[in-house]
């Protein structure tokens, strides 16, 4: 925004409440103050509301985190009646599942995110661009039911026993380990399904990050003679590379965060690690949400809210980053993110 | 500049009317549900249930899946019957113990009771509502219901993961005649903490106690398998996954019609899964010498006839009450499912409890749930 | 695009002038072949539900509760979706004015200051919040200590999801108004308030309210904060209070049944399942188009 808001915002109700004040006698200003306090508060809500949610957090968690130590972090697996509470076959699950989503999900969105805005008319880029995005108003619930009454079936009958047919099962990560179970819920499926789910944040973010860069600059590359991939790829992506760091990290977070759709196709195997793409595992949001109602002893519930800090504070560190590689864009085109 | 405030308000204006309307629309739903709520006819020899006083118009109650299909049919019936609604919610086993060690319920359902010590540390009265059969479900293309035959042994092997196709010459050698593919055999679990599987792993540590090594408990440390919710899930993911096995309650399997298998009892008779088989396995409880936390344990009961996964499924009530109108409801239900019930309970190949046992719970365990000292029942 | 006029001598750089435009062809093959891939992702997961749902939307679908008996084929979605209107809807109550009167904080009066820029970041991290956190918080503070789940507890739990968002598009909307707008109504006299409600937000009101709504559908949709908090109900609320009342005990709501439908083993309930998938999907997409296209001078997205 420019400069000359500044000289509006310097005199807020006062001065000129009392200007006007003395024509009209007697009445009081008060719409103003209460106005902007009621903004206000409403604004420091926001704050309170997350700094309540960190403490409910903490507050909940402090038997684990002070019972059971880093131990949550090392063992690997989730066995309540064992009084084992480690977390580290969830967070292995969650991170391999994320993994598959962004490899999937990346690409195709700067792909989709360069058509939008070099390739074809801004009309056309409305349309298309709507519908990637619709993608993103599916709720979860409904890519898990999808996945489960059509995505497994396919990668259980299909996909996985022609992949066991190729060279490429011999490839570690894909060869089968020993809790596979036809690897229709498995990792994969998952991560394939999560692809979808985070692809229309990580697409739209780019592509409004392309589009800032300067029109003069591109111009300038197609001057010389440049072809628009080059463009795109030298010119445009590079300038932009912050935005689009930042759009993955976005797409990162939503996808550590999603917990339906996973729930229903991971397989929901809290006690080993995963050896292959194609085991079942478990994430940390489909572990809290499969287990958090039965939880009866105490520190079964403070080990699962801590594991909800956990996921908690990785996200927020997701989130930070990613505020913090689209402001370098902003910086650097003059735009606003 | 007067006028154009109006815009502003226009959007809460909307959530609020949204709100509102939604509020009275669920409000005047309750005229619109399929049993009358006020003026119901009461049920003969029930004086104390005219009037209904308002908080006691709902039971919540949540649990086991176990018997989850009869206790929702049961609920609608005793609506029907005395607008009272029941709001039971299939969480498993574990939920439902968590949820009234909570107090968020007025009764919680679980199929793995709890032993004297644990409902005295959490001051809970527990007894037996019905009596259900856990099967085995196959999904095996050519293997008919009631065709595959399994041993404790076998079965053991299989969810160790020790026997893994299914043309594993144990298998075999048990099956002569049936084709049975090469294929891998997908092992299906609970991913929640279970009474079925309390129940299923009681059998295999019983039964098959040299192979079966990983304990007995609503929640193990399965060595194979993938997880599902409740039995509901465990039902829908054998469904799905082609070569999968899995342990149900029987009423999920036949309501569903899938393929269920034999199995060996203690005998050494192969019988396959029905109400008659669990009855016998049943008539062998001693309800009275199990009290008072009738803790009783089903598994492989010796008998011809006998289904040797047989279980009790049992409610959880808090002995100190805090509404006594919300606890005699509740007790009121339970009572009138103990008269009134069989019928629904035989339709979906449960057990009932038989007279004689309930009314021992009537006497012994009922009187212990009290509002401030005082036994909220009769 | 041609080099028609480069300087250097011809074959080596013709054929690489060739390799570049076949490169440049190739990635646009393959942005056009991505763009459908997604679009045709979306489309078939619409074509799912639709094709597996619209068999199960009759009236019995909206006018009976939801079944409890696995033998028959009765039942419908009536309850849960009354539920879920009624939750959204006192979540919106809550979230709608706050989110808004914070996104004018940020907007109008904190705007580059320090306080304001905290809030924003802070706004935009709980976004990010996974959904399932916000119910176990909801969990904590409003089912436990009061022993009872409810349906206040579920629209408590989207309403702090709906809160940042609301802010945040309220905010990025009045940004969008040109100043001119802001300075010509306070040269005229009036009071700050009076300027930022009537005229600011008159100008932005398509975007404010294509804001508001798409705030409102996407929470609607939403299942993990309501699993701990207003859980399921097979009837028809009874009131407000008390153990069938919208404060006082379970909800049915859309989401959740459907999740619980859609794992359990009867086709019937199943097909209830993909119904009320396919009424949330209308519900959703239709209002997302909708607004697009009434309000489009609002945020240009």
């Known amino acids: 925004m420019s400069t000359v808001e500044l000289d509006v915002q310097q005199s807020p109700g006062a001065p000129r409440g009392a200007a006007q004040a003395a024509p009209r006698g007697h009445r009081l200003r008060l719409g103003d103050p209460i106005f902007r306090g009621l903004a206000t508060a409403c604004g420091l809500a926001l704050a309170a509301a997350m700094f309540g949610l960190t403490a409910v957090l903490v507050y909940n968690a402090w038997p684990a985190i002070t019972g059971l130590g880093t131990s949550v972090l090392t063992t690997v697996a989730w066995s309540p009646v064992d009084h084992e509470y480690g977390a580290l076959a969830a967070l292995a699950g969650t991170f391999l599942s994320t993994v598959v ?87 994969f499926t998952a991560g394939v399904v999560l692809a979808f789910m985070v692809l229309p944040f990580i697409t739209a973010v780019s592509r409004d990050v392309l589009k800032m860069v300067p029109q003069v600059t591109k111009e300038a590359g197609y001057g010389m003679g440049s072809t628009t991939w080059e463009v795109m790829h030298k010119i445009s992506m590079r300038y932009a590379n912050s935005g689009i760091v930042g759009a993955v990290f976005i797409g990162l977070g939503r996808a550590l965060g999603e917990t339906m759709a996973v729930a229903f196709l991971i397989g929901s195997l809290f006690t080993a690690l995963p050896r292959s793409l194609f085991d079942p595992g478990t994430s940390i949001a489909s572990l809290i949400a499969l287990t958090f109602s039965e939880a009866t002893e105490k520190i079964q519930v403070s080990a699962l809210i801590e594991l909800g800090l956990i996921l908690f504070l990785i996200t927020v560190v997701f989130q930070i980053l990613a505020q913090v590689w689209l402001r370098r864009v902003q910086r650097a085109t003059g735009g606003r993110a | 500049m007067k006028k154009s405030a109006r815009s502003w308000r226009l959007v809460p204006l909307a959530a609020a009317a949204l709100a509102i309307a939604a509020l009275a629309l669920a409000v005047a739903g309750c005229g619109g549900s399929s049993a009358s709520d006020a003026g119901a006819p009461a049920v003969p020899g029930e004086p104390s249930l005219t009037p209904v006083p308002m908080t006691a118009d709902t039971i919540l109650g949540a649990g086991a899946s176990f018997p989850a299909p009869l206790y929702m049919k049961w609920g609608s019936d005793y609506n029907s019957v005395s607008g009272v609604k029941l709001n039971y919610q299939s969480i498993g086993s574990g939920g439902g113990i968590s949820a009234i060690e909570a107090k968020t319920v007025d009764f919680g359902a679980s199929d793995a009771p709890l032993e004297q010590a644990e409902l005295e540390a959490n001051g809970l009265a527990q007894f037996p509502m019905i009596v259900g059969g856990t099967v085995l479900v196959v999904n095996l293309d050519g293997v008919a219901d009631g065709q595959l035959k399994l041993t404790a042994d076998v079965v053991a092997g299989i969810f160790m993961g020790t026997i893994t196709t299914w043309n594993d010459p144990a298998i075999v050698k048990l099956n002569p005649g049936v084709k049975l593919p090469s294929t891998k055999i997908n092992v299906v ?190 | 695009m041609s080099t028609a006029t480069d300087l250097h001598s011809a074959p080596p750089r013709r054929r690489s002038v060739t390799r570049r435009k076949a490169t440049d062809l190739v990635v646009k093959v393959l942005a056009w072949i991505g763009a459908w891939f997604g679009i045709a992702v979306m ?68 705007r580059n200051g320090r306080m304001a820029t905290a809030v924003r970041m802070i706004a935009n991290v709980v976004m990010g919040v996974p959904s399932i956190i916000v119910g176990v918080f909801a969990f904590a503070i409003l089912v436990k200590p009061l022993q009872h789940y409810s349906g206040f507890a579920g629209s408590a739990a989207l309403a702090f999801i709906m809160l940042p968002v609301m802010a945040r598009t309220t905010e990025d909307i009045l940004n969008l108004v040109p100043n001119e707008i802001r300075e010509s109504g306070l040269a005229m006299g009036a009071a700050r308030w009076k300027v930022t409600l009537g005229v600011i937000c008159k100008a932005a009101r398509g975007g404010l309210i294509t804001g508001a709504t798409l705030a409102i559908v996407r929470v609607a949709g939403e299942t993990a904060p309501l699993l701990f908090t207003a859980l399921s109900s097979p009837y028809w609320m009874t009131g407000l209070f008390g153990p069938g009342g919208f404060f006082g005990g379970p909800v049915a709501n859309l989401t959740k049944t459907i999740y619980d439908f859609s794992g359990s083993p009867y086709p019937h309930w199943q097909e209830l399942a993909w119904g009320g998938a396919l009424v949330i999907i209308i519900a959703v997409l239709g209002m997302n188009i909708l607004v697009r296209l009434l309000f489009q001078r609002g945020k240009q997205w």
């Open chain 2, 189 to 378: 679990h609970r991913s929640d903490g279970s009474g079925t599987t309390w129940i299923f792993t009681h059998y295999l540590t019983d039964a098959a106690g040299s192979v079966w090594t990983a304990g007995a408990d609503k929640e193990i440390s399965w060595p194979v398998g993938v997880g599902g919710k409740g039995n509901e899930g465990v039902a829908a993911s054998v469904q799905q996954l082609s070569g999968s096995i899995g342990y149900v309650e029987y009423a999920y399997a036949k309501q569903t019609g899938m393929t269920t298998t034999q199995l060996q009892n203690k005998d050494g008779q192969w019988v396959k899964p029905s109400i008659a088989s669990f009855a016998a396995a049943a008539a062998n409880a001693d309800w009275k010498a199990s009290l008072p936390s009738t803790y009783m344990v089903l598994v492989n009961q010796p008998g011809a006839d006998t289904w040797p996964i047989t279980g009790a499924s049992f409610i959880l009530m808090q002995k100190d009450q805090a509404d006594a109108a919300r606890g005699k409801a509740a007790l009121e239900f339970f009572n009138w499912a103990y008269t009134s019930g069989a019928d629904a309970a035989t339709a979906l190949d449960y057990v009932a409890i038989p007279a004689n046992v309930y009314e021992l719970v009537q006497s012994d365990v009922w009187p212990t749930i009290t509002v401030s000292g005082t036994p909220v029942w009769p």
């Open chain 1, 101 to 187: 989503a962004m490899v999937i999900a990346v690409p195709l969105a700067l792909v989709i995110a360069l058509l939008l805005v070099d390739l074809v008319h801004p009309s056309v880029a409305r349309v298309v661009g709507t519908a990637i995005e619709m993608l993103a108003a599916i709720p979860s619930i409904i890519f898990g039911m999808v996945g489960i009454f059509v995505i497994v079936p396919f990668i259980q009958d299909k996909l996985v026993p022609w992949l066991l047919t190729t060279p490429l099962a011999n490839v570690p990560g894909i060869k089968p380990g020993p809790q596979f179970q036809g690897g229709g819920v498995s990792i």
């Open chain 3, 43 to 110: 489309a078939f997961i619409v074509y799912e539900v639709v094709r597996r749902g619209a068999g199960a939307l009759n009236v019995a679908f909206f006018t009976q509760p939801t079944p409890q008996d696995v033998t028959s084929d009765t039942g419908g979605f009536a309850n849960a979706i009354v539920g879920t209107l009624a939750i959204t809807g006192v979540a919106a109550l809550i979230a709608i004015p706050m989110g808004f009167l914070g996104g004018v904080y940020l907007a109008e009066f904190g």
